[in-house]
């Protein structure tokens, strides 16, 4: 077993998954129990990183059993950034430490591996690694559209080991309710693969039957159940999500897009621009935009027109349970509700569930 340091980060189910494969590929089976040392680097504050520092130092420095090599696994460090407790300058000084033992390099037999989220490149800790270590980074796509084209390919990628066929449309709804975080993708289509035993054929009903929605994906459920004019479902989102300590102006601005989508497709339907479809696979739509419109169309951030079919199709859908009037009227209600969570003390609860009362009623 080569002595050595690795340093892993990036996307949180891909590093833990390829820091395992790493300690598993250096130690066999057989060895672990004596030659395979994991040490927990989360830390909820200054106190447990500094410790969690000082146990990975000691482990480094100390001879394998019967003096045969060890690894060490340092395992999700949190604090590797510019977080509240990465800031400390007393978790700085310990990091720092840990920085000039890799540069002098580990004594013999030893082997290091560090797996992170997320390590700040600016740090003299990223830069002793870039110079001594193995350094596989596995990068988090910043730009929205650069996430979900990541999250589609893995999706399709599950999907295909798993010998899953989705039909049309199943994809999308199933990043929609799931999101573009990849542990998240992995355990869903593993559950839903034992939820369809046998079957191969993966349709929308499934998704909607067994598919969790993450927190992230929630907002977009309370916007879902407005738009569907579903106010208990509506409720029961709002309180969970609330609860989970999601940001109410999120909420809110997630429901003036939503307002604002239905107003636009309304429009549409009521000027015979848009039909809305509905066929083996879902709701659908055929747009029949005039020309002198189109230059319009044109000039949205995002074309209308240009969007997922399915999404388009349930859009369409929802805008049809509300008129053209009821619709003004929702946007005129969610701004004032904005404006209430934005200078007033009133708790957010009391501003958000009258509100989707209000609209939905």
Not at 39 to 55: L, R, W
Not at 79 to 99: C, I, N, P, Q, Y
Request: aromatic share 8%; with cysteine; net charge neutral.
């Amino acid at each position: 077993m080569a002595s050595g340091i690795y340093l892993i980060f990036g996307d949180e189910y891909i590093v833990s998954t390829k820091a395992k494969q790493t300690a598993e590929s250096l130690v066999p089976p057989e060895s672990r129990a004596f030659g395979l040392e994991i040490i927990d680097g989360t830390a909820e504050n200054v106190d447990s990183a500094m410790k969690a520092v000082d146990k990975c130092l000691e482990a480094i420095q100390t001879v394998g059993f019967m003096g045969n090599s060890k690894v060490v696994w340092f395992r999700n460090v949190n604090f590797l950034h510019d977080s509240v407790t990465g800031k400390s300058e007393d978790v700085k000084e310990r990091v720092e430490r840990l920085a000039e033992v890799i540069k002098k390099g580990l004594p013999e037999g030893q082997t290091l591996i560090i797996s992170s989220s997320k390590v700040d490149k600016r740090h003299a800790f990223y830069k002793a690694c870039s110079d001594a270590a193995n350094v596989q980074e596995f990068a988090v796509p910043e730009k929205t559209y650069q996430s979900d084209k990541q999250a589609a390919q893995m999706a399709s990628d599950c999907f295909r080991k798993a010998g899953l066929r989705p039909e049309s449309g199943v994809q999308e709804l199933f990043l929609e309710k799931v999101g573009s975080d990849t542990r998240q993708i992995v355990n869903e289509v593993e559950k839903l693969s034992v939820y369809l035993g046998g079957r191969k054929e993966v349709r929308l009903a499934d998704i909607n039957a067994i598919t969790s929605s993450s927190r992230e994906v929630l907002a977009w459920d309370l916007a879902d159940a407005f738009g569907k004019r579903n106010l208990k479902q509506a409720i029961l989102v709002l309180r969970q999500l609330l609860f989970q300590k999601e940001s109410s102006m999120r909420l809110i601005i997630g429901l003036e897009g939503r307002v604002r989508d239905l107003m636009l497709y309304r429009e549409a339907m009521d000027n015979g621009w848009l039909i809305s479809k509905r066929g083996g696979y879902g709701p659908s739509v055929q747009w029949n935009v005039p020309p002198e419109i189109d230059g319009a169309f044109a000039k949205f951030d995002k074309d209308p027109r240009k969007g997922n079919p399915f999404r388009m199709g349930i859009l369409a859908e929802q805008a049809k349970k509300f008129t053209a009037r009821e619709l003004q009227k929702c946007r005129k209600a969610v701004l004032e509700a904005h404006e209430k969570l934005v200078s007033s003390d009133i708790p957010e609860q009391t501003i958000l569930e009258p509100l989707l009362v209000k609209m939905i009623s």
